[in-house]
């Protein structure tokens, strides 16, 4: 639902604005202001996520976003229908980040690639078939059905997570230091999304983009920002993300360019374009599945690289794209990426969130989801650019060899092993600590949520001179703390042992 909303208003805002009685900009506003809030929130929303309990987390988010739709239905003016989707927006990132950290939670490592392959899966065919829901929704019930489709779901989300979720904490408000740290993250990824996104119309946009790089470059040398190169640094997922954010922006690339083509240079309804690039989500769909088992079964990276292979295959197959193709001709290079999406998506999340320091589980999350959002923006902002460089005849062309180019690129990055996969643990004695090993990522069978895995992150945390009834992270005075830390909060880029 989270990903639905991303792309679900797009299809009604015409009708938005002849209700509310509003130019066709201040509509727009309808889908920014949720867009923005997502994207540019996520990262302080991992390391918010890392020190409170998941289970409040959720239910707030779930509830926050559900009366936030309901309030948006029933908009009366614009400014109301703008504040609704800011707020949803909020909540909205905290779904996005909790996804991943759920599920990667909830199952033994052994079974970590068909659970992550929920998430991988679900998340962008919401985003995929948004405009699709809101077509058909808008042409039966109306604009303000667009929101109120998803509050059953919602419902729904919050009445098993009620009855099945443990009690595993409260929840805690931002000191100071992280509300500072919130305002410099989200003011930078806000310039760098409102320009890429206003650059589609306006290539004079793209000069607002180094205005996005101090309060980002602040951030990552503050005490805010360590703590989350440094859970990257120790897991090696930089390759990794790499990856993520290249397929995602070959498939916003193409996506974008295919639709711009196929409607405005071949003479396709809205339908039939609407019904070609649904063979893209329909095998990312069908191969979601079958990436986490083979993950589980052949190991993630193995199935990860294998399923970026497919997608650079099909999207070079896709390159000399031409007025004289029919339908069937696009859907099945379509369908071949999708089906390569599908088995990468899992896999890849398998393998970075497995890899991920068990104190900045959500951290990592959040630095997973920014690069797979920062790849749908920059993709099509990237493919108009190509476009317009490669002039009227050739546009079509350069936009999918960026697309393909984009995804071939993400090949080698996922190849690439990480550190925490290459670099055995060491005991006490210098030697290699039992069950580990290259390859090894967490191979113990306990659930990572469990009370028992709990308490061994406590005393892997704890060091010889600490009091064994209180790990040194929560003690004020231990040495090498910085003045302002939160409690709870390691400030040295290294993770604590892992059991």
Same mark, same amino acid.
């Given at each position: 639902?989270?990903?639905?909303?991303?792309?679900?208003?797009?299809?009604?805002?015409?009708?938005?604005?002849?209700?509310?009685?509003?130019?066709?900009?201040?509509?727009?506003?309808?889908?920014?202001?949720?867009?923005?809030?997502?994207?540019?929130?996520?990262?302080?929303?991992?390391?918010?996520?890392?020190?409170?309990?998941?289970?409040?987390?959720?239910?707030?988010?779930?509830?926050?976003?559900?009366?936030?739709?309901?309030?948006?239905?029933?908009?009366?003016?614009?400014?109301?229908?703008?504040?609704?989707?800011?707020?949803?927006?909020?909540?909205?990132?905290?779904?996005?980040?909790?996804?991943?950290?759920?599920?990667?939670?909830?199952?033994?490592?052994?079974?970590?690639?068909?659970?992550?392959?929920?998430?991988?899966?679900?998340?962008?065919?919401?985003?995929?078939?948004?405009?699709?829901?809101?077509?058909?929704?808008?042409?039966?019930?109306?604009?303000?059905?667009?929101?109120?489709?998803?509050?059953?779901?919602?419902?729904?989300?919050?009445?098993?997570?009620?009855?099945?979720?443990?009690?595993?904490?409260?929840?805690?408000?931002?000191?100071?230091?992280?509300?500072?740290?919130?305002?410099?993250?989200?003011?930078?990824?806000?310039?760098?999304?409102?320009?890429?996104?206003?650059?589609?119309?306006?290539?004079?946009?793209?000069?607002?983009?180094?205005?996005?790089?101090?309060?980002?470059?602040?951030?990552?040398?503050?005490?805010?920002?360590?703590?989350?190169?440094?859970?990257?640094?120790?897991?090696?997922?930089?390759?990794?993300?790499?990856?993520?954010?290249?397929?995602?922006?070959?498939?916003?690339?193409?996506?974008?360019?295919?639709?711009?083509?196929?409607?405005?240079?071949?003479?396709?309804?809205?339908?039939?374009?609407?019904?070609?690039?649904?063979?893209?989500?329909?095998?990312?769909?069908?191969?979601?599945?079958?990436?986490?088992?083979?993950?589980?079964?052949?190991?993630?990276? =193995?199935?990860?690289?294998?399923?970026?292979?497919?997608?650079?295959?099909?999207?070079?197959?896709?390159?000399?794209?031409?007025?004289?193709?029919?339908?069937?001709?696009?859907?099945?290079?379509?369908?071949?990426?999708?089906?390569?999406?599908?088995?990468?998506?899992?896999?890849?999340?398998?393998?970075?969130?497995?890899?991920?320091?068990?104190?900045?589980?959500?951290?990592?999350?959040?630095?997973?989801?920014?690069?797979?959002?920062?790849?749908?923006?920059?993709?099509?902002?990237?493919?108009?650019?190509?476009?317009?460089?490669?002039?009227?005849?050739?546009?079509?062309?350069?936009?999918?060899?960026?697309?393909?180019?984009?995804?071939?690129?993400?090949?080698?990055?996922?190849?690439?092993?990480?550190?925490?996969?290459?670099?055995?643990?060491?005991?006490?004695?210098?030697? =290699?600590?039992?069950?580990?090993? =290259?390859?090894?990522?967490?191979?113990?069978?306990?659930?990572?949520?469990?009370?028992?895995?709990?308490?061994?992150?406590?005393?892997?945390?704890?060091?010889?001179?600490?009091?064994?009834?209180?790990?040194?992270?929560?003690?004020?005075?231990?040495?090498?703390?910085?003045?302002?830390?939160? =409690?709870?909060?390691?400030?040295?880029?290294?993770?604590?042992?892992?059991?």
């Amino acid at each position: 639902m989270a990903m639905l909303d991303m792309n679900i208003v797009n299809i009604a805002l015409a009708a938005i604005s002849d209700s509310l009685d509003v130019s066709a900009a201040t509509a727009q506003w309808a889908v920014l202001a949720y867009q923005l809030p997502v994207v540019a929130l996520l990262l302080p929303v991992g390391r918010w996520l890392d020190g409170v309990g998941q289970r409040s987390a959720l239910l707030v988010a779930a509830g926050g976003f559900t009366l936030c739709s309901a309030l948006a239905a029933a908009a009366p003016w614009a400014a109301w229908l703008i504040a609704a989707r800011l707020a949803q927006g909020a909540f909205g990132a905290v779904l996005f980040v909790l996804m991943p950290v759920l599920a990667i939670r909830s199952v033994r490592p052994e079974a970590r690639g068909r659970a992550m392959s929920v998430p991988a899966t679900l998340g962008p065919l919401g985003a995929v078939t948004g405009p699709a829901v809101g077509g058909l929704l808008l042409d039966h019930l109306g604009w303000r059905a667009v929101f109120l489709v998803k509050i059953p779901v919602c419902l729904l989300a919050l009445a098993v997570a009620w009855r099945a979720m443990p009690g595993d904490g409260r929840l805690r408000a931002l000191n100071r230091r992280s509300l500072a740290d919130a305002v410099l993250v989200a003011a930078g990824v806000t310039v760098l999304l409102v320009s890429l996104t206003l650059s589609y119309d306006a290539p004079a946009w793209l000069l607002l983009v180094p205005a996005a790089v101090p309060p980002l470059w602040w951030w990552l040398r503050g005490p805010g920002g360590r703590p989350v190169t440094g859970a990257l640094r120790a897991s090696g997922a930089y390759p990794a993300h790499g990856a993520v954010l290249g397929l995602a922006a070959a498939f916003a690339a193409m996506h974008y360019v295919a639709a711009l083509h196929l409607q405005r240079d071949s003479g396709f309804t809205a339908t039939a374009t609407g019904l070609t690039l649904l063979a893209f989500p329909l095998g990312m769909g069908v191969a979601g599945p079958v990436g986490g088992r083979l993950a589980d079964r052949y190991g993630a990276r =193995p199935a990860a690289v294998a399923g970026a292979c497919l997608t650079a295959a099909g999207l070079l197959l896709l390159v000399p794209l031409g007025d004289g193709w029919t339908p069937l001709d696009i859907a099945w290079r379509l369908a071949l990426a999708g089906v390569g999406m599908g088995l990468n998506g899992g896999p890849t999340q398998a393998l970075v969130m497995g890899s991920a320091p068990p104190e900045r589980t959500a951290t990592v999350a959040s630095t997973l989801q920014l690069s797979r959002s920062l790849g749908f923006t920059v993709g099509p902002a990237l493919a108009t650019a190509a476009w317009g460089l490669s002039g009227p005849g050739g546009g079509v062309t350069a936009g999918l060899a960026l697309a393909a180019v984009a995804a071939c690129a993400a090949v080698p990055l996922i190849a690439v092993r990480g550190r925490a996969e290459t670099a055995p643990a060491t005991g006490p004695s210098g030697t =290699p600590a039992p069950g580990t090993g =290259p390859g090894t990522i967490d191979r113990g069978h306990r659930h990572a949520g469990t009370p028992a895995h709990a308490a061994d992150r406590a005393s892997a945390a704890r060091p010889a001179d600490a009091p064994s009834g209180r790990p040194a992270r929560e003690r004020d005075d231990q040495p090498g703390s910085r003045p302002g830390d939160e =409690p709870g909060e390691t400030t040295d880029a290294a993770p604590a042992a892992r059991p």
